[in-house]
């Protein structure tokens, strides 16, 4: 069972590996670019190795940005060479479908040594193949998936079971969070991975009945020394 960061945001970064409780980080083209990086692959590719150095050797996934599968492949095995803790995004098909990825998963996880996030998954028959293509984690996006009238908890169960039975490796990475909730639930369900937002992080922390009592707490010690 692990938290992951989902923040391309060095200063998030540095606060929740100061709280000792993230064991990876979670990026992809939207993240980054709502967290300032610009200059296209290139920033990214820096900022990815910015983050790498900061949590080695803890992971980081970093997402192809061209979804031509040779495109895709070369760029994936670039961005793994970044650092030894960078593992490669490659999301399971095309926007049309008309590119099947999992070609492109299985290559850069048999041929080129390259670890394999398969993501942008809204079923667990998705994550099996990619499972079985080889991926050594299969990220689904629970929040997505609750929205199209599923229930994530289902999927996250059913693949679990379908892993464990057929003996495939690949970690479950359930993101898209929505509701501090969700951590829980999913993890209970059988994710091996939930990756958080900070926001959803900061959140599961603080509780207002806690910021009663440590009040109350703090009152009486001055009492105390008051007496
Ligand atoms: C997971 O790896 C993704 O980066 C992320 O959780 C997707 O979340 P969204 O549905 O909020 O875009």
Redesign the pocket.
């Given at each position: 069972m692990a938290i992951?960061l989902?923040s391309g945001k060095i200063e998030q970064v540095e606060k929740f590996l100061r709280w000792g409780v993230i064991r990876g980080v979670?990026?992809?083209p939207?993240?980054l670019l709502k967290d300032g990086v610009t200059g296209g692959a290139a920033g990214m590719k820096k900022r990815a190795q910015e983050i790498a150095a900061m949590i080695a050797p803890l992971p980081l996934?970093l997402?192809v940005t061209s979804n031509d599968p040779a495109q895709m492949i070369e760029q994936g095995r670039e961005f793994a060479s970044l650092a030894d803790n960078i593992n490669v995004?490659i999301t399971i098909h095309g926007p049309e479908g008309e590119t099947e990825n999992i070609e492109v998963i299985h290559a850069l996880e048999t041929k080129y040594d390259v670890r394999v996030?398969a993501?942008?998954m809204m079923s667990a028959q998705q994550c099996l193949l990619a499972a079985l293509a080889g991926a050594s984690y299969v990220?689904l996006?629970?929040?997505?998936v609750n929205n199209m009238g599923y229930d994530a908890v289902d999927e996250i169960s059913r693949l679990r079971e379908l892993l464990e039975l057929q003996g495939l490796d690949s970690q479950i990475?359930?993101?898209?969070?929505?509701e501090i909730n969700n951590v829980i639930t999913w993890l209970h369900a059988g994710a091996h991975i939930v990756?958080?937002?900070p926001d959803i992080l900061a959140g599961m922390l603080v509780h207002p009945y806690s910021k009663e009592t440590v009040r109350m707490f703090l009152d009486d010690a001055k009492k105390c020394e008051m007496c």
């Open positions: 992951f989902d979670t990026t992809n939207t993240i996934s997402e995004k996030n993501t942008a990220s996006f629970g929040g997505r990475i359930i993101g898209s969070v929505r990756t958080v937002t």
